[in-house]
Nanobody, 114 residues
Framework: VQLQASGGGLVQPGGSLRLSCATSGFNLDRCDIGWFRRAPGKEREAVSCIVNSDRSTYYADSVKGRFTISRDNAKNTVYLQMNNLKPGDTAIYYC????????WGQGTQVTVSS
């Protein structure tokens, strides 16, 4: 099982980024998958996920209306579209997948600064 996150970078406030999480070794269509983030000096925060059982989505209050999670089963990839980014979104973003256990990607840095 592998998860490879990418797409992070430096962006100005109000800008956008799209994170990708390329997966392999399991059936993406049969698991919960999502994103956490960890900002410097802060606890890890759940950002968004897709619940496999009913295909529902979850968003942290801090990102609702700005972030959108999606997945492409044909490409075995999960995306996090992040719009109207704020300095408070600066963090390392990690994707995960729940199969027989939780697997994590390696993280991608997002920095929002002018």
């Amino acid at each position: 099982v592998q998860l490879q996150a990418s797409g992070g970078g430096l962006v100005q406030p109000g800008g956008s980024l799209r994170l990708s999480c390329a997966t392999s070794g399991f059936n993406l269509d049969r698991c919960d998958i999502g994103w956490f983030r960890r900002a410097p000096g802060k606890e890890r925060e759940a950002v968004s996920c897709i619940v496999n059982s009913d295909r529902s989505t979850y968003y942290a209050d801090s990102v609702k209306g700005r972030f959108t999670i999606s997945r492409d089963n044909a490409k075995n990839t999960v995306y996090l579209q992040m719009n109207n980014l704020k300095p408070g979104d600066t963090a390392i973003y990690y994707c995960y997948a729940d199969t027989i256990k939780r697997y994590w990607g390696q993280g991608t840095q997002v920095t929002v600064s002018s």
